[in-house]
């Protein structure tokens, strides 16, 4: 074989369908489809056991599909630019080809310095979109026409056939990425790969999403009601254009067959298709202001919670011990489940920033630590947005008494997840801490012993946090810098003209699920 190789880099885009990448790159010579298990990056604080276990599952797959199609996927382990500096050594490499990537800091800083090893070696690379983010975007001027452009093309078709590369080691597939890894049991973990991606996808559009915009809301009823697609998309195993052109084809042909019998599935769809939306919207943001991950958007909240960082009330929230039965509830679901739906993260998020006045940044790795479908470029940005730091987005501090006994009226949740609690009467399930002693001892919860006490008084710490968050958005500069952040980051349509006065606060802000 006398053409030079054209390496494709597969990162987060665990599949074959819908790949610019692959299918540029086999019309360009022989293909070298490569994964890199690289132990820096499992050693970064926002990574987990998890994911690698999700991303096992899409590996096996697809490397399996790559040999169907002539050309198993190569899996090296070590630093990228270290195995990407071997392979152009030992084989004759004419480009790098892959898709963009917004990821966290170290995979920015790995593909600056992969960057300045190809161009040394004189290789060029070619990076292509598989969102709707835009590089070195100056605004949001016309973005949502652009992602619709980009919606709209058809999916690229994997190549027929790869011509087989005898002289090259597919090499194994580890069991765990990096020794400094800790084991990370969660025994309800969505698994990953492409045949799981289309039947949760399939299964959304044809069953379970008729109620998703009823049902959402609820930890009761979202784990079925809510589309479950999120890990597929972080990770890859589908692109975010087969859902979104999914979603109007099942559109559509509900709409053609019901002959106005669409019953609830016309909203549901039409909900799940906004929410689409503002999956590479969020990305965006981090894409075209990376600090996100580490400073305060807005910097009039600068010093607002940096110092006094309180490890007990930490560990407290982390290990769903905080006395309020449906936050530790839905923090316990998380570690064991690795998912839980968008309301409840925005609720743990706002009990962190504003109840126990945390920092985000230290809930914001723990809570990327067990997020299955952990994308950095929607969740500091999120993160951010619930915590109140943005300036240009509603302050949303949830009662999480109120949020119990609207969203889980009879404890069931609760209960499932919080077996000390399991003979709690349902008129005290959702505050247990005011039961009289008589009672805690008949239903076997004795609090400050089987349960505890509440570490806050969640109405008293709300009122303190809006007034914090009230009075650093009041000081000296602060509208004119949550102006300038609006220019930026804000949604919007249409021309410069047209720029909203307020940001794309309420619920349209949200991360679909």
Excluded at 71 to 94: D, F, K, M, N, Y
Excluded at 129 to 135: E, I, K, M, S, T
Excluded at 276 to 298: T, Y
Excluded at 409 to 422: D, K, S, T
């Amino acid at each position: 074989m006398n053409a030079p190789l054209q390496l494709v880099w597969f990162k987060r885009d665990l599949r074959v369908a819908d790949h610019a990448p692959l299918a540029e790159a086999a019309a360009c010579g022989p293909v070298l489809p490569l994964y890199i298990v690289e132990p820096g990056l499992w050693r970064q604080p926002d990574m987990a056991g998890r994911h690698w276990g999700f991303i096992h599952d899409c590996l096996g797959p697809l490397r399996e599909e790559l040999a169907r199609l002539g050309q198993p996927l190569v899996i090296r382990v070590g630093e990228a630019v270290e195995v990407l500096g071997e392979l152009i050594t030992t084989h004759r490499i004419g480009a790098v080809w892959s898709h963009q990537e917004t990821g966290n800091d170290w995979t920015f800083r790995r593909d600056l310095a992969v960057g300045a090893l190809l161009r040394e070696r004189g290789i060029p690379w070619h990076e292509r979109r598989q969102h709707g983010v835009v590089r070195g975007l100056a605004n949001r001027d016309r973005w949502s026409s652009q992602w619709e452009a980009l919606m709209a093309e058809p999916t690229v078709t994997p190549p027929d056939t790869l011509p087989a590369l005898p002289g090259v080691d597919p090499g194994p597939l580890p069991d765990w990425p990096a020794e400094q890894l800790a084991a990370d049991p969660c025994p309800g973990r969505q698994a990953g790969g492409r045949f799981a991606a289309l039947q949760v996808l399939a299964g959304f559009l044809e069953e379970r999403g008729d109620h998703y915009h009823q049902r959402m809301s609820s930890p009761l009823t979202a784990p079925d009601a809510c589309s479950r697609l999120s890990p597929h998309l972080a990770w890859g195993s589908l692109s975010i254009r087969e859902v979104v052109q999914a979603t109007r084809h099942r559109r559509a042909e509900l709409k053609a067959s019901a002959r106005g019998q669409l019953g609830t599935w016309s909203r549901a769809l039409s909900a799940f298709d906004a929410r689409l939306h503002w999956h590479c919207h969020f990305i965006q943001k981090l894409e075209s202001e990376p600090r996100l991950e580490f400073e305060n958007l807005h910097p009039a909240f600068d010093g607002l919670r940096e110092s006094g960082f309180d490890r007990g009330l930490f560990n407290a929230w982390c290990e769903g011990q905080t006395g309020l039965p449906l936050v530790d509830a839905c923090m316990r679901a998380l570690q064991a489940t690795g998912w839980i739906n968008f309301r409840m993260r925005a609720m743990l998020v706002a009990v962190s920033s504003y109840h126990l006045w945390l920092h985000w940044r230290e809930p914001a790795l723990h809570l990327a630590r067990l997020f299955t479908d952990y994308e950095p470029g929607i969740h500091y940005p999120q993160v951010q947005m619930q915590s109140g730091t943005t300036g240009i987005n509603s302050v949303r501090i949830y009662n999480p008494v109120k949020q119990s006994r609207d969203q889980d009226p009879e404890g069931v949740f609760i209960r499932r997840w919080l077996p000390e609690l399991a003979g709690v009467p349902d008129d005290w399930i959702h505050t247990p801490w005011q039961m009289s002693r008589s009672l805690q001892t008949r239903s076997g919860c004795r609090i400050g012993n089987d349960y505890p006490a509440p570490v806050f008084e969640h109405e008293q710490a709300a009122r303190r946090a809006r007034q914090r968050i009230a009075a650093a958005r009041r000081s000296d500069g602060a509208w004119e810098q949550s102006q300038a952040i609006l220019a930026r980051h804000g949604s919007r349509k249409g021309s410069p003209r047209r720029r909203p006065k307020q940001a794309d606060a309420s619920g349209q802000g949200e991360l679909f699920d």
